[in-house]
């Protein structure tokens, strides 16, 4: 199946782990791992730009996901603005790998509120 060969999916090897860095599935809550730059010998002249915030950064991470997955993934990521809502929605029907920088995470607090955590508080 080469078709399945180009989706990466959650259970990758861990070679590509290292590479792309995951967004993996724990109790129903997906925790976002940073992407390791050892690979890189200069981070610097190695960037991509975030998806939902359009900013370019060398510290992301790559969706592991195939499209229906993102779709889910997305529909509960907290943005802001519906611009950032259309980007997600574009990207959520797009085949294509997914980069997110961790800053666009971390400055929206956390993919999902922590427990006992009310959202939009």
Request: proline share 7%; with cysteine; aromatic share 10%.
């Amino acid at each position: 199946r080469p078709f399945d060969q180009c989706i990466p999916t959650i259970n990758s090897t861990e070679n590509s782990k290292i590479k792309d860095g995951l967004i993996t599935k724990h109790r129903r809550r997906y925790i976002v791992t940073p992407l390791r730059q050892s690979f890189v010998s200069d981070p610097r002249s190695w960037t991509e730009v975030c998806y939902l915030c359009n900013q370019r950064s060398s510290n992301f991470c790559v969706s592991p996901m195939d499209p229906l997955q993102r779709w889910d993934f997305l529909n509960k990521i907290i943005v802001p603005s519906s611009r950032d809502k259309e980007r997600a929605v574009t990207l959520a029907k797009s085949g294509n790998r997914a980069y997110f920088c961790l800053d666009h995470f971390q400055r929206r607090r956390s993919i999902f509120p922590q427990e006992g955590e009310r959202q939009g508080s």
